[in-house]
């Protein structure tokens, strides 16, 4: 190991357990001396790589163990510092402190608004800050010195957009070293640069008295890679790799790149930077070593796959130009024994599947399994689909923080004063369990109930008033009555939490007085509960962060984008569950992955898009001038899910799945996934069983179709009186009428409704009424009333907008029609008027909208509609009675507003709608003599009798059965057809 001429440099292999191996290797080398194997120190790449070690360790040892020094080199792309153990003691190797990430990026944010030159809100700000930081460190670890930029020449080719980033980032990066001089402080990255550098000096002058190890290590930064050089040239010092490809060849080694540039043009060739073995590669020429200089470690463990596994995934990630060797290669070459492929319909389907073959190995004695996959969603539906079976499975990766109660509370706070106290953002704010979190939680929610069924509808006007009004009492509406007094005295308590929300955002322009003002009325709604448990932990310490920093931050912030701020920087935070899941059974992320190996490995979600995951876009730098600063491209990040990928497929058994359809509609496999199966060719394995069983789980033993619905009632239960307008409903779907008369189901409208149609007739009718009522009928007056109705403070200003043109000129017409009729003679006798009438055995009831005295004495129904009116085919066919069954009703003398009844001899539906480039016209399904195939005028209330008596008969006084849906192409508003389950009948023969 300790020949200075030579590296000593190590490789295990992909097919072999890394951590098990590298563990078993060190205690065989320095596990007869306890305490030297406690002198010694294994540099690793992360913290999560740290804790895969030790397990290796622990289960090597098989008793008590004094572990080497274990240390992460750190990654700033996790936030991850070097370990303390890298810090310099000595005096003179004193490294400013690095400035805390939060407070970098907030300094960033407020840079970048202060340049732009433009308004900016914070959360684009701050984005953009995260950028910005973010080319920061790859120019920092890949050295590439902030002269570099003024030295480039590309002016001529870039474009506008690109040039004025370009711009503004020179600005930018040049006053960077500035605020990190006036603070004292510097980047994470410069620190990790000057530490490894110092450590390698230090260890070149005075190695350490113990081994070293750098194990895992795929960084390929020249800090890095320098310090690496220097541990394998020390006296007990090697560093070992984790799936360098020895299988490949030369010729295909070299064609991954890095390449010479041309000798000509001076440009070189761009790299294979998606290929797992780039990085590696790099690496290697960065530590001034070949792939020859490197050694196969010998050990290995119980959790290896066989050798020829390396040579399959070699065969199978060979550099594009290469592929065509497959058609050449051996049966064994392409086999790829032990590795199976499950290709399903929809995600369910894989998370079932997956969760059947996790609970397989489960039932298998010492059988260990993983799920990799970079897919949160996926691997949160599979530890649901254990859980049933009883099998806790942690997801190591966690869960991002804006998903988990404490983040989601946060954004709902945020929403609902963005959107001013809007019904949905209130409700999901009152609604949220962490809200009066504890005793008093069931009376909260029944008064947030309460709210919810008022905000039913149109939305009140904007802010906590807006409530206020919804809860004052109203004319004409005692069937609300008592809900809006029981909520109105809910409501003064709970407006007294809301009121400092309004008023504190009210009063604070910058970012950091609205975190403060968040962070005290998250801890007043929930009594402190949202701080609490360790998701309430990470909450409290990101909040905290956030707002120290932010007073250094962007001072531009806009309510309206705070939700979306918030929701960006909580889901950068993932919270892991505490450990307690089962002992064989792991869930993981890649960078979790990284080092494990279990006897089944199952890589899930290998659709492109999710593995590898689509890059990131750099807003800052256009990919040529990342090229010409000798940055990594944005394609570095697939070269590394392909090295994860590569990785995972050495278990002795792996399990790679995908869905064909994803939750935006069909997937496309992953390059992977295709590679893999180009490549074995016929030798592809299926694992179609278990897809096979996932489908078994929920297929139930036998069918028993639902038929559709007929209760049929008891006579004593049926109605004995009902509306005019319920009449079309009982004849073109009884079952509906069943539902709402009988068994009294009544549809809520949705929270925050757009005023629909119902709302713009009772609108209407309400404006004509007192305008009739008035008596003087001026067409200035009905106009003023419209108007009116508009100004009112809980019509919504989109409704005004839109609606208010063309009811005007509605009304306009109405007021010209009323005045014409009158100068021949028509008089208006009642408006808005109640009636009923004994017909058929049962009480017909009906509120006409109009009824008025024709010059031959007869009598007019008219009926006011904001759409278009039913057609006369409809009428004939029994299905639009109103108008008829309310003249029936005059008829029989039933309306007291009118004093001399008469024959009904005028039927009219006064439209609002458009037609004709006009707004208004009249519509009437009845004619004297029957033309355009009309209903004669003297026998519609006759034909109109004769319908209703059938019905009556049928289904008030008879005892047919409410059939569901009879007449289906009649039209329905569809409220019942759930309770009906019209899906599972309907279109369907029953016979």
């Known amino acids: 190991m300790g020949d200075p001429t030579r590296p000593a440099l190590f490789n295990i292999p992909a097919h072999r357990a890394f951590s098990d191996a590298l563990a078993a290797g060190i205690i065989a080398q320095h596990g007869g001396d306890p305490m030297a194997l406690a002198q010694g120190m294994i540099l690793l790449p992360t913290n999560r790589a740290i804790r895969a070690v030790s397990d290796a360790f622990v289960r090597r040892s098989g008793g008590g163990l004094l572990l080497p020094r274990l240390v992460a080199i750190g990654d700033p792309d996790l936030g991850e510092q070097a370990g303390g153990a890298l810090d310099p003691l000595a005096e003179g190797e004193a490294i400013p402190p690095a400035i805390a990430p939060m407070r970098r990026q907030m300094i960033l944010a407020r840079m970048v608004q202060q340049a732009s030159g433009q308004p900016m ?232 599947a997956i969760a059947i073959a996790l609970r397989e190995a489960v039932e298998t004695p010492g059988r260990t399994a993983a799920l990799v996959t970079p897919d949160r969603q996926l691997a949160t539906r599979v530890s649901a689909h254990l859980a049933r079976w009883g099998i806790a499975a942690d997801d190591s990766a966690g869960l991002p923080l804006s998903r988990l109660p404490p983040g989601t509370l946060l954004i709902a706070l945020a929403q609902t004063v963005a959107e001013r106290f809007a019904p949905v953002a209130l409700l999901t704010l009152l609604k949220h369990p962490l809200v009066m979190h504890g005793e008093g939680r069931l009376p909260w929610l029944e008064g947030v109930r309460g709210l919810d069924l008022l905000l039913r509808g149109p939305r009140p006007p904007a802010g906590l008033g807006g409530i206020d009004l919804l809860l004052t009492e109203r004319e004409g509406e005692d069937r609300q009555r008592a809900l809006r007094a029981q909520t109105r005295s809910w409501w003064a308590d709970a407006r007294a939490l809301l009121e400092p929300l309004e008023q504190g955002f009210a009063s604070a322009p910058t970012f950091a007085a609205q975190l403060a003002v968040l962070r005290e009325q998250a801890s007043l709604l929930t009594a402190d509960a949202i701080w609490a448990g360790v998701q309430g932990h990470a909450a409290a310490d990101l909040f905290a962060e956030m707002e120290q920093a932010a007073g250094e931050g962007p001072q531009q912030a806009d309510i309206r984008s705070l939700p979306t701020l918030l929701d960006h920087m909580l889901g950068g935070a993932s919270v892991r569950p505490v450990q307690g899941g089962h002992p064989r059974i792991a869930i993981l992320g890649l960078i979790e992955a990284q080092l494990v190996q279990a006897d089944l490995m199952i890589l899930g979600g290998l659709n ?338 004769d319908w209703f008596d059938k019905i009556a008969g049928d289904y008030l006084t008879g005892t047919a059965p409410f059939d569901a849906q009879i007449n289906p192409e009649v039209a329905n508003y569809g409220d019942y057809d759930q309770l009906m389950r019209l899906e599972e009948w309907y279109g369907r023969d029953d016979g």
């Open 121 to 352: 809100d914070a959360a684009q700000a701050i984005k953009l800050g995260q950028a910005l930081g973010t080319v920061l460190d790859q120019m920092q670890v890949e050295r590439v010195p902030i002269t570099a930029l003024s030295d480039l020449t590309l002016s001529d080719v870039l474009s506008g957009h690109w040039q004025r980033s370009l711009d503004l980032f020179s600005i930018l990066i040049r006053r960077w070293p500035d605020e990190l001089a006036r603070l004292g402080l510097i980047d994470l990255a410069d620190r990790r640069n000057r530490l490894f550098d110092g450590l390698a000096r230090r260890w070149a002058q005075q190695p350490p008295s113990g081994f070293v190890i750098a194990a895992g290590i795929a960084t390929t930064a020249p800090a890095v890679a320098g310090l690496l050089r220097r541990i394998s040239v020390l006296p007990r010092g090697s560093v070992v790799f984790a799936g360098l490809d020895h299988e490949m060849d030369e010729a295909a080694w070299e064609a991954i790149g890095p390449f010479a540039p041309d000798p000509v043009t001076g440009r070189a060739p761009p790299a294979h930077e998606t290929h797992p073995q780039y990085a590696l590669k790099l690496l290697l020429d960065r530590m001034s070593a070949t792939r020859d200089d490197v050694a196969l470690w010998r050990w290995g463990s119980e959790h290896d796959a066989r050798a020829v596994r390396s040579r399959n995934i070699s065969n199978a990630m060979l550099p594009p130009r290469l592929t065509s060797r497959w058609r050449d290669l051996k049966t064994a070459d392409r086999s790829l024994g032990g590795v199976e492929a499950l290709e399903v319909a929809t995600p369910g389907e894989e998370a079932q």
């Open 608 to 945: 492109e898009g999710t593995w590898p995951g689509l890059p990131s876009p750099d807003p800052w730098l256009a990919p040529r001038i990342r090229r010409e600063l000798g940055l990594p491209g944005l394609e570095t990040r697939i070269g590394r899910a392909a090295h994860d990928f590569a990785s995972a497929l050495g278990a002795p058994h792996v399990l790679i799945t995908r869905a064909r359809r994803g939750s935006g509609g069909p997937a496309i496999a992953s390059r992977f996934w295709l590679r893999l199966k180009a490549m074995a060719g016929p030798q592809w394995k299926s694992a179609d069983r278990y897809g096979a069983l996932a489908q078994l789980l929920d297929r139930p033993a036998r069918h028993q179709p639902s038929r559709r619905p007929a209760p049929v009632p008891p006579a004593s239960v049926r109605p004995k009186l009902i509306p005019v307008t319920e009449v079309d409903r009982l004849k073109a779907d009884p079952f509906a009428f069943y539902a709402k008369r009988i068994l009294r189901l009544n549809r809520l409208d949705p929270v925050d409704a757009d005023a629909g149609p119902a709302w713009r007739g009772t609108a209407v009718h309400e404006i004509l009424q007192h305008w009739a009522e008035a008596g003087r009928r001026d067409p200035a007056d009905l106009e003023a009333r419209a108007r009116a109705m508009f100004d009112r403070p809980d019509v919504h200003p989109l409704l005004k907008a839109l609606w208010q043109p063309r009811l005007i000129e509605a009304v306009r017409w109405i007021a010209a029609e009323v005045a014409a009729d009158q100068a021949a003679g028509r008089t208006i006798l009642a408006v808005e008027t109640d009636g009923r009438a004994d017909i058929a055995g049962v009480t017909l009831t009906g509120k006409a909208d109009r009824i008025d005295r024709m010059p031959d004495g007869t009598l007019a129904i008219v009926d006011y509609k904001t759409g278009k009116p039913p057609s006369a085919k409809q009428v004939k066919a029994g299905y639009s009675l109103q108008l008829g069954l309310l003249g029936l009703i005059a008829e029989k003398g039933g309306f007291p507003a009118i004093t001399e009844p008469g024959a009904a001899g005028c039927f009219e539906y006064w439209s609002l709608a458009k037609k004709n480039d006009a707004f208004g016209y009249r519509e009437s399904p009845v004619d004297p003599m029957g033309k355009r195939d009309k209903i004669v005028t003297s026998s519609f209330t006759a034909l109109v009798h």
